[in-house]
Nanobody
Framework: VQLQASGGGLVQTGGSLRLSCAASEGTSSINGMAWFRQAPGLEREFVAATRWSGPTYYSDSVKGRFTISRDRAKSTVYLQMDSLKPEDTAVYYC??????????????????WGQGTQVTVSS
């Protein structure tokens, strides 16, 4: 499975960005996808996750501002990011796999990772 993330960039505080992550080659191996992010000097942290069908999950830091959505026909997951803050600045990674419910928010729940896309929010 290959994951291709896109959509990062530079935006001012309060602005919006939309990230996309397209899965290809063996997508039947995936029933859930997620976004994680990693700021300089910090560990990679969970942002949002979803299965092709079922509930969505968000970290407390982005709940109410970010929305994860999916298009199963395109094997693509999106992350709509609104009301961006400087602390949202990070490299955003998409991940895919077959996580159990209890591991939807955990890096260990995902086998496949995209290359990362930089999101920078200026103050």
């Amino acid at each position: 499975v290959q994951l291709q993330a896109s959509g990062g960039g530079l935006v001012q505080t309060g602005g919006s960005l939309r990230l996309s992550c397209a899965a290809s080659e063996g997508t039947s191996s995936i029933n859930g996808m997620a976004w994680f992010r990693q700021a300089p000097g910090l560990e990679r942290e969970f942002v949002a996750a979803t299965r092709w069908s079922g509930p969505t999950y968000y970290s407390d830091s982005v709940k109410g501002r970010f929305t994860i959505s999916r298009d199963r026909a395109k094997s693509t997951v999106y992350l709509q990011m609104d009301s961006l803050k400087p602390e949202d600045t990070a490299v955003y990674y998409c991940a895919g796999g077959r996580p159990i419910i209890s591991s939807m928010r955990m890096r260990e729940g995902y086998m496949y990772w995209g290359q990362g896309t930089q999101v920078t929010v200026s103050s």
